[in-house]
């Protein structure tokens, strides 16, 4: 059995935050659980996937087609009376926010937690949002954990109190708490309700106006209930002395520890914020008294400080409050040095750093395709054919990894789904072909919508649907058109090329990717067509394949005597096997995968 379906209350176990969410999940009696899969938030979905199909549990699990639907599903489970969780990186906040603002308003009758986990620095995202807002923007009671152990028990109380207030509650990670690990020590794991039932009262959960303006009186009047469960919450607290004082939230609770610990003559007074949203004004009053300066800690926007000045200001407070106006950056993860810079600065001492490993020390690893991606085939032979006379509208997923040169398949990209319509707006008036990649998983997530509004409004766009016949960029989740066997969660997986042209596409191909042949025919026959045109790519992830399929590709490539050296399999393909020692061309046969795309393109490449 798995450590974390053990019920053995006081148990020590070392454990990744986002394994500790799903502890805590459990340990709240958690009935379903619905997600997208996203970094830095996959392994929580992950493990209750893992811990279903390794062994009997009584939650439902299931990978949502989108961050909307699964957002609706856990929904409709806490409307139903039971537990729910619903997982998500930031953005995908974003994709479910309409079902999210409406659910405040009607409540959860069964308790329902939001997992959002922000990604400061953007390591592998197209933003760095904070969504604290969507908090205060939505209603949301708010919880931002910063241990291992936090991110359990937040979660359990974060579903004691959503089910007490009925309401939804918003579990706000960042990609430093989801990834750390530490010791987390269990209590009790709850009896799962299997069955619940739904209260028939349209004049609560049917959200016409008449009802929303009423809903909206009663979320403003549970906030202001749940403003005393902050003020006696375990999560916050006030320790340390003195005339100057720190509000601090989120990770950077620890970054503050660890330099308090490095240096020990620091005397402040501090208030830890676990429990964020929204702020009790008395607990806030109580930090303050005695304090004349006091710095507000928070990663990206200076929400808490704001919150912070106003009620110095509406008090007449005579306390000075500094945050962002010190230096202390909108953009990126803060850091022990960072901290401990603004501490030094806050009691008018001179900092000396440390020497430290800079930046620009570290070697570069620019995005890159895997060897053997299917990806490279495709953007090898696309280019080949157009080059820079098209535009390429390129959408979440591994393929944006094409962006650098040689391949350069990426001019622009704005969210999952948007290669097909953002294209299809460019094309209304460009002057060049506009050519869009979108991946199968991202295609099921959100580019249906888009394929159904280019066909209707007759737009002139050749569109690849690069199938790897998985959710590869996230750690190779399923999705409705995985048909491997290992994977698939339903007797018959959604084929692609069906629900195109039952989409009205009626010029649509299907190749293998790696096939460089097929591939040019494929091409040069849509090239000179107009209007929406489909080229669905099909080969799975060589990891994918390796890792879940079990296939194992024996027979590598080599580079042939008849070389004469010329580069361009290097500055043309450019896949990873290949490197240049003694300026001679060469792969590396534990890099190479067998796809035998080089084959195609160069006839000095050879197989054995």
Known sequence: MSLLLKDEPGKKVLLLGNEAIVRGALEAGVSVVSCYPGTPSSEAPDTFYRLQREQE?????????????????????????????????????????????TLAYIGTPGGMVILSADDPFCHSSQNEQDNRYYARMAGLPCFEPSSAQECKDMTREAFRLSKKYEQPFLLRTTTRVNHLRGEVVFDSLAEVKQKGSLEKNPGRFVPIPVVARERHKILLEKLEAIKKE?????????????????????????????????????QFKVLELGFTYPLSEELILEFLQGVDRVLVLEELEPLVEKEIRNIVQQQGLKVEVWGKNIGLPLFGEYSTVLVAQALFKLTNEEYKATELCVE?????????LCAGCPHRSVYYRVRKIFGDDAYYSSDIGCYTLGILPPLKMADFLLCMGSSVSAGSGLAIRSDKPVIAFIGDSTFFHSGLTGLANAVYNQHDILLFILD??????????????????PMATQVTPIEIEPVVRALGVNKVKRVKALNQKALEEAILEFKEEKGVRVIITE???????????????TKKAYISAECDNCLSCVQELACPAFYIQDGQVKIDEVLCAGCMVCLQVCKSIKAR
């Open 57 to 101: 549990v009584n939650y439902y699990f299931e990978y949502s087609v989108n961050e909307k639907v699964a957002m609706e599903v856990a929904g409709g489970a806490a409307l139903g009376g039971v537990p729910s969780l619903v997982t998500m990186k930031h953005v995908g906040l974003n994709v479910a926010a309409d079902p999210l603002f």
């Open 468 to 485: 790897n016949k998985t959710t590869a960029m996230t750690g190779h989740q399923p999705h409705p058109g995985v048909t491997a066997k």
């Open 360 to 368: 620009e020390d570290l070697a570069k690893r620019p995005p890159n």
């Open 230 to 266: 902050v003020q006696k919450s375990p999560f916050n607290k006030i320790w340390g002395e003195g005339n100057i004082g720190i509000v601090v939230s989120g990770i950077s609770r620890a970054y503050l520890k660890d330099v308090l610990t490095d240096h020990p003559h620091f």
């Open 539 to 553: 080969e799975p992830c060589p990891l994918f394949a390796r890792k879940v399929l079990g296939v194992k590709k």
